[in-house]
């Protein structure tokens, strides 16, 4: 039987990586997941909102929580800043009951929805790992991906909580799904380090340096490939490395893809985006 969750695909997937919907539906299918369309939500504030206006963050996800609520289901996210900026507002909401009234107050107001807070939210990584299986996904497996994967984690996911049962500071999960899929895990020690994507419009140089370390650190360490759990990351790493490079004169070429995509091709979908992926890593890689 399948298992049921409100999908919130993240920010990014929606506009520059609809690569992102495109192959997470295959996966889910091919992993038994049914993913449940959240009609009405929004986007998690990816953080910067926030910093702007703290209160409208926190009501715009109650908002989202409710919806999941409403569906009987938990939030599943492919996207690691996604799954981060929803459990910390849904950490704050249900630890602060005035904050959590509050919000339900406008919430009624404007929607009739009420939020109990009875709600998680789950990344897809760790559903992959932890009610999934390994072993499962190891069989679904039709095309081995025989490369030294460099998997991405991304600072958001990783906090109390967040991250399943892997470990806050030194996770592995990623990089036992890499090997379950048939690639070469590389350990690499900026794999949770943040890439500064919400300063790229306004610091930007010193995103780009950080841009360029965390690439740097995976190839040093004989990446081919570069897996990232976090799609707002991979804008950073994958878009603007071509930048990161030239401001900083450190070699920055080296595919960067989703989470999802490894999934879909190791399951045997779009094997011509697989065919290309090998062409890239053949043609770019060093």
Known sequence: MASKYAYHPGNIAHSSATEVDQTMAPSARSLGIELLPMEGATSCGAGIIRQANDILQVTLNARNFAIAESMGVDILTPCAATAGNLHEDLTRLKQDPLLLAKTNEVLQRTTGLTLKGEVSVHHLLHVIV??????????????????????????NIQQEGACGDDDVFDPQYLEM????????????GSRTQSVGVPGLFSEEPTVLRQIASVIDDAKSEGADLIVSACTLSHTALDIYQGKASRS???????????????????????????????????????
């Open 130 to 155: 932890e009610d999934i299986g390994l072993e499962k996904v190891s069989n679904k497996v039709r095309n081995r991906i025989g490369f030294k994967v460099a998997g991405f984690y991304g600072p």
């Open 177 to 188: 799904l890499i090997d379950s899929l048939g690639g070469s895990p590389v350990q690499w």
């Open 248 to 286: 900083t004169g450190i070699s920055t070429n080296i595919p960067v893809i989703h989470l999802t995509e490894m999934l879909a091709f190791a399951f045997g979908h779009y094997n011509n985006r697989l065919a290309q992926l090998k062409t890239r890593i053949a043609v770019i890689g060093d």
